[in-house]
């Protein structure tokens, strides 16, 4: 399989991009864990496994959260749920973000995840806790998770409540949207009760749920939550190239970044960020060949993780985004999307022109969700009380088991 060949006049791009000015940010300190660079991997239901993390951390330092795992199931021993829950044997800092919409779910399985080493696959304790509280799927929302639930400011209270005591000396963040939609945004109010619970920081997708992946983010929502809060806050939202982390750092004061989409199909995005916050020319991007070499190397660790048949039905989201930009034909995408065996995959990619430069004008494209804004589903009366009922009665058991995030 050949890709269509680079104009001999191609040059290889220099992209020694000088960062506009590496901001005076420090290390990021979440309890006695310090993260530098003060950037982190949003946690991306199906994409943020074990697998996707080792290759982003291998370019950088930062934090690298799991994907998004339901307390319910890990609490009922669920062994997909203690699947996404398992680390790399070298992975640290051990990174989990947990998805709860019942207390003493979220306080069972923050003891389960601390204390770890209860199957071979979760191994030791986790470092950090990540909460959800930014989901916008119709199937969480619409039994009160996720982005409805800080609406519900008792059943919020509660469930952070529980996380920050079970979890001990383990530092624990929330993550927030803006709110529901315009009329009924939580954030500021949903910032102070975590920090006063005594989470560690603060991400905030500069979202509402209701808007989804649709308007750029609203970053002055960021700044608001820094003036409102004494903990760290981590910004989030259209991190697209290293120059934007620092934008958002400039612009609004937070103490970190939160990154997500920017960096599907380019785990090398980590390198960039590090080299900006720590003021050096960014590195060259990858040629089409080097690009190649990262995805062959993931699909590696995704049959290593999963073996080849679930690692690489894995692998398909992601070659679309590897080789966004990249003249590379359909009939390789194609073919790519069909693999069953590591050997076709490189057998693929080796017909690839090593040499092809990286479309500069590609940095910018979005990847990922682009959903259009959609009005939330709710609980029927769920916005007409702020509280969440006598004693706190539980959300339906399906509302437990979401495994979707956003
Ligand atoms: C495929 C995908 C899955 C996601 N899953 C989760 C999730 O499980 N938990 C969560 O808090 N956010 C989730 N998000 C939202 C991201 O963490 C992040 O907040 C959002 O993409 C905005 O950041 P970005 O503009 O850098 O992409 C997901 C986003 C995407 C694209």
Redesign the pocket.
């Given at each position: 399989m050949s890709a269509s060949p680079a104009p001999a006049t191609a040059p290889r791009p220099i992209a020694a991009v000088a960062p506009a000015a590496a901001p005076a940010v420090g290390a990021l300190h979440l309890g006695g864990l310090e993260v530098w660079p003060p950037v982190v991997l949003?946690?991306?239901?199906?994409?943020t496994n074990a697998p996707f993390r080792s290759l982003c951390r291998r370019h950088a330092g930062g934090l690298y959260v799991s994907?998004?795992v339901g307390a319910r199931g890990l609490v009922e021993g669920n062994a997909n749920s203690q699947l996404k829950a398992s680390f790399g044997p070298d992975e640290h800092p051990r990174s989990i973000?947990l998805y709860a919409i019942d207390p003493k779910d979220a306080a069972d399985a923050t003891r389960l995840l601390v204390r770890g080493g209860s199957s071979e696959q979760t191994g030791p304790g986790v470092e950090h806790i990540d909460l959800?509280f930014?989901?916008p799927a119709p199937k969480v929302t619409r039994h009160g998770g996720g982005a409805a639930l800080p609406w519900h400011r008792d059943l919020y209270a509660d469930i952070v409540d529980a996380t920050v005591r079970a979890a001990g000396e383990v530092p624990v963040t929330v993550?927030l949207r803006m709110g529901i939609d315009d009329a009924h945004l939580t954030y500021l109010e949903a910032g102070r009760v975590a920090a006063d619970l005594g989470v560690q920081a603060v991400a905030l997708?500069a979202r509402t749920a209701e808007q989804r992946?649709g308007p750029p983010?609203d970053w002055s929502a960021i700044a608001a939550l820094v003036d409102a809060i004494d903990v760290p806050v981590l910004g989030?939202?259209?991190?697209w190239e290293a120059a934007d982390a620092l934008r958002m750092v400039a612009t609004t004061g937070c103490r970190g970044v939160?990154?997500?989409?920017?960096c599907l199909g380019r785990p090398w995005l980590f390198r960039d960020l590090q080299a900006a916050f720590e003021g050096r020319p960014l590195p060259p991007p990858p040629t089409l060949g080097e690009v190649a070499d990262l995805l062959r190397e993931h699909a590696e660790l995704l049959v290593a993780a999963y073996g080849p048949v679930t690692g690489l039905r894995d692998l398909r989201k992601h070659t679309g985004w590897y080789l966004q930009g990249f003249p590379v034909g359909g009939a390789l995408r194609k073919a790519l999307n069909q693999v069953d065996t590591l050997a076709e995959v490189e057998r693929l990619l080796a017909g690839v022109d090593r040499d092809r430069p990286f479309d500069e004008a590609m940095r910018r494209q979005p990847r990922?969700?682009t959903t259009p804004p959609k009005r939330v589903t709710l609980p029927s009366g769920w916005l007409d009380s702020r509280t969440h009922g006598p004693g706190g009665a539980a959300l339906p058991a399906e509302a437990a088991e979401a495994v979707?995030?956003?």
């Amino acid at each position: 399989m050949s890709a269509s060949p680079a104009p001999a006049t191609a040059p290889r791009p220099i992209a020694a991009v000088a960062p506009a000015a590496a901001p005076a940010v420090g290390a990021l300190h979440l309890g006695g864990l310090e993260v530098w660079p003060p950037v982190v991997l949003a946690p991306m239901a199906g994409v943020t496994n074990a697998p996707f993390r080792s290759l982003c951390r291998r370019h950088a330092g930062g934090l690298y959260v799991s994907e998004m795992v339901g307390a319910r199931g890990l609490v009922e021993g669920n062994a997909n749920s203690q699947l996404k829950a398992s680390f790399g044997p070298d992975e640290h800092p051990r990174s989990i973000q947990l998805y709860a919409i019942d207390p003493k779910d979220a306080a069972d399985a923050t003891r389960l995840l601390v204390r770890g080493g209860s199957s071979e696959q979760t191994g030791p304790g986790v470092e950090h806790i990540d909460l959800n509280f930014g989901c916008p799927a119709p199937k969480v929302t619409r039994h009160g998770g996720g982005a409805a639930l800080p609406w519900h400011r008792d059943l919020y209270a509660d469930i952070v409540d529980a996380t920050v005591r079970a979890a001990g000396e383990v530092p624990v963040t929330v993550k927030l949207r803006m709110g529901i939609d315009d009329a009924h945004l939580t954030y500021l109010e949903a910032g102070r009760v975590a920090a006063d619970l005594g989470v560690q920081a603060v991400a905030l997708h500069a979202r509402t749920a209701e808007q989804r992946y649709g308007p750029p983010a609203d970053w002055s929502a960021i700044a608001a939550l820094v003036d409102a809060i004494d903990v760290p806050v981590l910004g989030n939202g259209d991190i697209w190239e290293a120059a934007d982390a620092l934008r958002m750092v400039a612009t609004t004061g937070c103490r970190g970044v939160v990154v997500g989409r920017g960096c599907l199909g380019r785990p090398w995005l980590f390198r960039d960020l590090q080299a900006a916050f720590e003021g050096r020319p960014l590195p060259p991007p990858p040629t089409l060949g080097e690009v190649a070499d990262l995805l062959r190397e993931h699909a590696e660790l995704l049959v290593a993780a999963y073996g080849p048949v679930t690692g690489l039905r894995d692998l398909r989201k992601h070659t679309g985004w590897y080789l966004q930009g990249f003249p590379v034909g359909g009939a390789l995408r194609k073919a790519l999307n069909q693999v069953d065996t590591l050997a076709e995959v490189e057998r693929l990619l080796a017909g690839v022109d090593r040499d092809r430069p990286f479309d500069e004008a590609m940095r910018r494209q979005p990847r990922g969700h682009t959903t259009p804004p959609k009005r939330v589903t709710l609980p029927s009366g769920w916005l007409d009380s702020r509280t969440h009922g006598p004693g706190g009665a539980a959300l339906p058991a399906e509302a437990a088991e979401a495994v979707s995030g956003g």
